[in-house]
Nanobody, 120 residues
């Protein structure tokens, strides 16, 4: 069973930094989009940052200028560098891969989630 394995969550002070990483347990024919979403209790999951296989990055307005998403296609890895963290960034962060198979089937894979807490 394909898994996405996340690492790097934890606790940071306001203004601090954390880096999240996510790696797949297998290779894919093509990964169209690699990205990160987050969710807090009682709210819907929201896209934070994602990057296409052509290198185009997109960000939620609240993280623009503070977060940077990057991907390593050779290692099937996506990272999220989070700087200038704010208490409102506190959430469970999930990585997501949107993949395309040789048969042109699109499928989404999600990580198990990693907690990020920003608090003084």
């Amino acid at each position: 069973q394909t898994q996405l394995m996340e690492s790097g969550g934890g606790v940071a002070q306001p203004g601090g930094s954390l880096t999240l990483s996510c790696t797949a347990s297998e290779s894919f024919y093509r990964i169209l989009i690699m990205g990160w979403s987050r969710q807090v209790p009682g709210k819907e999951r929201e896209m934070v940052a994602q990057v296409t296989d052509s290198g185009r990055a997109m960000y939620h307005d609240s993280v623009k200028g503070r977060f940077t998403v990057s991907r390593d296609n050779d290692k099937n890895t996506v990272s999220l560098q989070m700087n200038f963290l704010r208490p409102e960034d506190t959430a469970v962060y999930y990585c997501k891969f949107k993949t395309l198979s040789r048969e042109n089937a699109i499928r989404d894979y999600w990580g198990q989630g990693t907690q990020v807490t920003v608090s003084s």
